[in-house]
């Protein structure tokens, strides 16, 4: 088999075999086939697409790259939750606790932040002595004592995929629908949990932008995890504005402790419960969809879902002072307010532009080497729908220096501020199952 006749083959529109998608995974995993013959065919996937026969066949070769975890070691049902990138989204930290203190196990791989999105590796680092790396003794043992385990990534999990990320990366090839729904889902699968939970954002900060091209996103991967008999279900969740109020990574950790503790920030308490749900229901905790909202809502006013968060935190060597006392999280020095320049009603806050805006401040990182500032960070004071006066602070930023220009004009440049109201967009737009 030669390359450039696959790549040819997909270039005139034809469907690939699965010898030809096998041939291409191991040939680039291995280095045979060099990045400009892999960066051809990405191009030509992402003009053509791919049959959901070829994407299946893509994921599973993506799988087979690398190691393939096995949580057997765990009892129950192991469930997984996975978002496919946002501002703001904390969801992890809250869904974690209610699941494991509805009593199903949750083992999570997690990976670090690049770019606009922070990771949740990162976050949980704001917790003074919180440590990710653990051996797969350490991590069984403790899911199976405390329901809840968050490790960072193996190095060879689904290594294909590590390498054609990267690719896609920097040849314009990430927002095809076939080959993020093969990347994600090759991780997934990977990581070894029997079924799966997808936060399918949709929006201006999301890689979908539209709610069609969002579905088809979801509906593929939830095709994929069916082929292989892992129960998927895709919530489509709104990314045209960040997450809660909180952007950083001290200041995620802290909205999130707010909502385990019961207090109402409506989008993250709605999505949050949302996703519990369907994660519980898979597992068989509750027999029907409202038992589980009403127990896992009561979990989070009676304080069973914020034991369940303390626990894990401790179990994983974090200092629990921090979340008894939420104020001896990491904060930086300064405060600098972002006054609204006119009056008017917020009509949009773009989630990329806030994301870039922290991760100027050091709450993220431009290149993989960065260090991050777990104390700096974003609050939203102003949301989509909100009026404000001319000179009334939009958002604050928790910074290193009294002045930072670069993030001030870029949160500054996120506001969209009108002369009508716009309605609040839907939170959760449409649920995919198989
Ligand atoms: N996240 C991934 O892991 N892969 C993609 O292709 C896009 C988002």
Same mark, same amino acid.
């Given at each position: 088999m030669?390359m450039v006749?696959?790549?040819?083959?997909?270039?005139n529109?034809? #469907?690939?075999? /699965?010898?030809?998608i096998?041939?291409?995974v191991?040939?680039?995993?291995?280095g045979t086939?060099?990045d400009y013959?892999? +960066? =051809?065919?990405?191009?030509?996937?992402y003009?053509?697409?791919?049959?959901?026969e070829?994407?299946g066949?893509?994921?599973?070769?993506?799988v087979? +790259?690398?190691?393939?975890?096995?949580l057997?070691? %765990?009892?129950g049902?192991? #469930?997984?939750?996975h978002?496919?990138g946002?501002?703001?989204?904390? %969801?992890?930290?809250?869904t974690?606790p209610?699941?494991?203190?509805?009593g199903?196990p949750?083992a999570?791989?997690s990976?670090?932040?690049?770019?606009?999105?922070g990771?949740t590796i990162?976050?949980?680092?704001?917790?003074?002595?919180?440590?990710?790396? &653990?051996?797969?003794?350490?991590?069984?043992a403790?899911?199976?004592?405390h329901?809840?385990a $968050? @490790?960072?990534?193996?190095?060879?999990?689904?290594?294909?995929?590590?390498k054609?990320?990267?690719?896609?990366?920097?040849t314009?090839t990430v927002?095809s629908?076939?080959?993020?729904a093969?990347?994600?889902?090759s991780?997934?699968?990977a +990581?070894?949990?029997?079924?799966?939970v997808?936060d399918?954002?949709?929006?201006?900060?999301?890689?979908?932008?539209?709610?069609?091209?969002?579905? @088809?996103?979801?509906?593929e &991967? $939830?095709?994929i995890?069916?082929?292989?008999g892992?129960? !998927?279900l895709?919530?489509?969740?709104?990314m045209?504005?960040?997450l809660g109020?909180? %952007?950083?990574? @001290?200041?995620?950790?802290?909205?999130?402790?707010? $909502?385990?503790?019961?207090e109402?920030?409506?989008?993250?308490?709605k999505?949050?419960?949302e996703? @519990? #749900?369907?994660?519980?229901?898979?597992?068989g905790?509750y027999s029907?969809?409202e038992?589980?909202?009403?127990?896992?809502e009561? +979990?989070?006013d009676?304080?069973r879902?914020?034991?369940?968060?303390?626990?894990?935190?401790?179990?994983?060597g974090g200092?629990?002072? &921090?979340i008894?006392?939420?104020s001896?999280?990491p904060r930086?020095?300064?405060? %600098?307010?972002?006054?609204?320049e006119?009056?008017?009603w917020?009509q949009?806050?773009?989630a990329?532009?806030?994301?870039t805006?922290a991760m100027?401040l050091?709450?993220g990182?431009a290149t993989?080497?960065?260090?991050?500032?777990?104390?700096?960070?974003i609050?939203?004071? /102003?949301k989509i729908?909100?009026y404000?006066?001319? *000179?009334e602070?939009?958002? $604050?930023?928790? =910074?290193?220096?009294?002045?930072?220009p670069?993030a001030?004009?870029?949160?500054?440049?996120a506001? !969209?501020i *009108? =002369?009508s109201r716009?309605d609040?967009?839907?939170?959760?737009?449409d649920?995919?199952?198989a």
């Amino acid at each position: 088999m030669r390359m450039v006749d696959v790549i040819e083959k997909k270039r005139n529109g034809g #469907v690939l075999s /699965k010898e030809e998608i096998h041939y291409f995974v191991e040939g680039y995993t291995e280095g045979t086939i060099p990045d400009y013959q892999a +960066s =051809a065919l990405m191009m030509a996937v992402y003009f053509r697409g791919m049959t959901a026969e070829e994407t299946g066949t893509l994921t599973e070769a993506m799988v087979q +790259s690398g190691d393939v975890i096995d949580l057997s070691s %765990i009892h129950g049902h192991k #469930v997984d939750k996975h978002s496919t990138g946002g501002v703001g989204d904390k %969801i992890s930290f809250i869904t974690g606790p209610l699941v494991a203190a509805a009593g199903v196990p949750v083992a999570k791989m997690s990976g670090r932040g690049l770019g606009h999105t922070g990771g949740t590796i990162d976050k949980l680092e704001s917790i003074a002595g919180f440590n990710v790396e &653990m051996s797969k003794e350490a991590f069984t043992a403790s899911v199976n004592e405390h329901k809840l385990a $968050v @490790a960072g990534q193996t190095g060879n999990l689904a290594p294909a995929d590590k390498k054609l990320y990267s690719l896609r990366d920097v040849t314009a090839t990430v927002d095809s629908i076939p080959l993020i729904a093969g990347s994600i889902m090759s991780k997934k699968l990977a +990581s070894g949990a029997d079924s799966i939970v997808l936060d399918v954002k949709t929006g201006s900060g999301a890689f979908m932008k539209s709610l069609e091209d969002s579905r @088809a996103l979801a509906e593929e &991967m $939830v095709r994929i995890g069916d082929h292989v008999g892992r129960e !998927t279900l895709a919530v489509i969740s709104d990314m045209n504005q960040p997450l809660g109020h909180e %952007i950083g990574n @001290a200041n995620e950790i802290r909205e999130a402790a707010a $909502v385990l503790s019961g207090e109402n920030i409506p989008d993250l308490r709605k999505l949050s419960l949302e996703l @519990a #749900v369907h994660m519980t229901l898979q597992a068989g905790a509750y027999s029907s969809e409202e038992e589980a909202r009403r127990d896992l809502e009561a +979990s989070l006013d009676d304080g069973r879902a914020f034991q369940a968060f303390r626990t894990f935190v401790q179990a994983q060597g974090g200092d629990v002072s &921090m979340i008894d006392d939420l104020s001896l999280l990491p904060r930086a020095d300064h405060e %600098i307010a972002i006054p609204a320049e006119h009056a008017g009603w917020v009509q949009e806050i773009d989630a990329a532009s806030v994301g870039t805006a922290a991760m100027y401040l050091g709450a993220g990182r431009a290149t993989k080497d960065d260090e991050i500032d777990h104390g700096v960070g974003i609050t939203l004071k /102003k949301k989509i729908g909100d009026y404000v006066e001319a *000179g009334e602070t939009l958002a $604050v930023l928790t =910074a290193a220096s009294a002045a930072h220009p670069d993030a001030e004009e870029k949160l500054r440049g996120a506001y !969209t501020i *009108g =002369a009508s109201r716009q309605d609040v967009p839907e939170l959760i737009h449409d649920i995919i199952r198989a």
